[in-house]
């Protein structure tokens, strides 16, 4: 958690609206102009994602300046003006943060295409070759912006509050990122801060205890951030390495937090890859720790966990007894020990999962009523997790006998991954897509099944 006299010394950035990007898009929506920025991309070889959220962000001067392949593509639609005549601010101002606006701490380029002030992947390409070849504290410091750059940094710098704190906001940068975005496109960026962050765990030279035990729990929190990037994007094998990672970490600082976020993370995995008596076991093992705890609401989540696990066995009656456990302790209520990163937990989430053990026994109609209530529950800010409840809810729907409404969830969750990148929501859908198939010339189910072929061929 960010300490009080890190809030204390933040400055407010208060947004400008840019009137003169604002006039450019005319009479379009949001929606349309973003639609003529990705044609003027193709036109001269650019990628760009631009939705009419990004517009919005523009406009209400958010983004400061584009990246580079933003300010290629603005430049060609409008020949003849500058960034300065488009409402953006000078790229070196950006980048430098401004007179009297201290920038964040940083461990390196966590920012997906179109939701950056600025790009910075020139900077971030010499790091991480220079990281690579000296994997020194020294790089590592640089990587946290805490220097004038790599082999000019004090080799013995000692760890402090800006280090820490940068390894705390990496970590709060990437949920946040993964909340809109999903995992897709973040878990590579996401790899240089873990590797800055257990470079200075390795050069052993924190100033003070307290500082050695908040880097130790930052740098576990980032490996199962980053874990979970690897996890939700198909690649297994990366997931349990960084898990395991962190429980290591979490073993030799003596820290029963962060050992049962581990745990947690590592039974949904082992669930995910058909390893259920890995997943009840790993579950039970995040029980025994968190139990050093005062969190009511993450031995729900535990308990939910390991029916998840029993569900996967088959297990009707272990799963139906972990319910009622994870029931029982969410009916406690948050407490002041939660845990940060269980912000996502409440009753949506509580829904969800207990839907997916329903799927697990095969009884799709009682699956379909909790995915429904997930999804109606859920905060539309959350986008990724909205999708994948939406996702849930189209495959139990499906298999229930229900294709009409089954389809008209899938366009929703079409609908969402214009700004969700999640391959495991595409799976699930896809999947969806394989079930209705023999139902095409029922109701709506046929313009889903063209407009979700249609998503892949554009992927």
């Not at 760890?159 to 705390?168: I, Q």
């Not at 820290?255 to 390893?275: I, K, M, V, Y």
């Not at 991954?417 to 010339?441: C, F, G, H, Y």
Request: glycine fraction near 10%.
């Amino acid at each position: 958690m960010a300490s009080s006299s890190q809030a204390s010394r933040a400055v407010p950035n208060r947004a400008v609206p840019n009137l003169a990007f604002r006039r450019l898009r005319g009479q379009r929506s949001p929606g349309e102009f973003a639609a003529s920025v990705r044609k003027a991309a193709r036109e001269i070889g650019e990628q760009v994602s631009c939705d009419a959220r990004y517009v919005g962000r523009v406009e209400a001067g958010e983004i400061r300046c584009p990246n580079y392949a933003y300010e290629r593509v603005f430049l060609h639609m409008f020949p003849g003006l500058t960034l300065a005549d488009l409402g953006f601010a000078a790229r070196e101002q950006v980048r430098g943060g401004g007179r009297g606006r201290p920038p964040e701490p940083s461990l390196g380029p966590l920012d997906l295409d179109g939701n950056s002030d600025s790009d910075i992947d020139e900077e971030s390409d010499v790091l991480r070759r220079a990281f690579m070849t000296s994997g020194s504290a020294t790089v590592a410091a640089a990587s946290l912006g805490l220097g004038p750059g790599p082999g000019l940094v004090p080799a013995q710098r000692r760890v402090g509050e800006a280090e820490v704190n940068a390894v705390e906001h990496a970590v709060r940068r990437i949920r946040l990122l993964d909340d809109r975005h999903g995992a897709d496109g973040l878990y590579k960026r996401a790899a240089q801060p873990l590797r800055a962050a257990y470079a200075l765990l390795d050069a052993g030279t924190a100033a003070r205890p307290s500082t050695a035990d908040r880097l130790h729990a930052g740098a576990g929190e980032l490996a199962i951030s980053v874990g979970w990037l690897a996890h939700d994007s198909g690649r297994f094998d990366d997931a349990r390495s960084h898990y395991a990672e962190a429980l290591a970490t979490a073993r030799v600082a003596g820290d029963p937090a962060l050992e049962a976020h581990a745990f947690c993370n590592t039974s949904f995995l082992a669930r995910d890859a058909g390893r259920h008596r890995e997943a009840v076991r790993s579950a039970q093992a995040g029980q025994r720790a968190a139990r050093q705890l005062a969190s009511p609401r993450l031995l729900s989540l535990l308990s939910l966990r390991e029916a998840g696990g029993w569900a996967g066995l088959g297990d009707r009656t272990g799963c139906e007894k972990s319910l009622g456990r994870a029931y029982a302790y969410f009916d406690r209520g948050p407490a002041d020990a939660d845990p940060e990163w269980m912000s996502f937990f409440g009753e949506p989430e509580l829904e969800a999962l207990q839907a997916q053990c329903w799927s697990a026994l095969h009884d799709w109609p009682r699956a379909a009523r909790h995915a429904r209530r997930a999804a109606t529950l859920q905060d539309s800010r959350f986008t990724r997790n909205l999708a994948l409840y939406r996702a849930q809810l189209a495959a139990d729907l499906a298999r229930a006998g229900a294709p009409d409404e089954a389809a008209e969830a899938g366009h929703q969750v079409l609908d969402l991954l214009a700004e969700v990148r999640s391959s495991r929501i595409q799976s699930m859908l896809s999947d969806t897509a394989r079930v209705l198939l023999p139902k095409r010339r029922t109701g709506g189910v046929g313009s889903f099944l063209e407009r979700h072929g249609e998503s892949l061929r554009r992927a």
